[in-house]
Nanobody
C-alpha cells in the first residue's frame, strides 16, 4: 500500500520556476516506479515524467523535455518535479503516481495503481 501527498503548487508567472514534491508512505518506496501526470483544464490527463526505481532512468513528455526534471530521494520517500521556464499551457492539476508492478516506466496512467490528491499549478501570462 502506497499513499502519496503532493505539495508545492501555486500561482506563478510565465518563465518562473516551481518545484513539486510528492511524499510517499509505505516501506516499499524504492521498489516502485514514480511518475507525474497533469490534468489541464478542459483537456485529458497527460503524462509528464517518470523515473525508475533507483532513479537511474527518467522519461519525459516532449512538451516538458528540457524544462522539467524528475528526481527522487529514496531515503526520504519523496519524488520531485522541478519545473523551469513555465508557460501558461503548463497550467494544470499535477498528480504523482506510483507503479509497484512494472520494471519499466510507462506513460499509460492505467498502469499506475496509486495516486495523490493533486496540486494546482497556475501559470499566468
Amino acid at each position: 500500500q502506497v499513499q502519496l501527498v503532493e505539495s508545492g503548487g501555486g500561482l506563478v508567472l510565465t518563465g518562473d520556476s516551481l518545484r513539486l514534491s510528492c511524499a510517499a508512505s509505505g516501506p516499499t518506496f524504492n521498489s516502485v516506479i514514480m511518475a507525474w501526470f497533469r490534468h489541464p483544464p478542459g483537456k485529458e490527463r497527460e503524462f509528464v515524467a517518470a523515473i525508475s526505481r533507483d532513479g537511474g532512468r527518467t522519461y519525459y513528455a516532449d512538451s516538458v523535455k528540457g524544462r522539467f526534471t524528475i528526481s527522487r530521494d529514496n531515503a526520504k520517500n519523496t519524488v520531485y518535479l522541478q519545473m523551469h521556464s513555465l508557460k501558461p499551457e503548463d497550467t494544470a492539476v499535477y498528480y504523482c503516481a506510483a507503479d509497484p508492478l512494472r520494471l519499466i516506466a510507462t506513460t499509460d496512467p492505467s498502469s499506475y495503481g496509486y495516486w495523490g490528491q493533486g496540486t494546482q499549478v497556475t501559470v499566468s501570462s
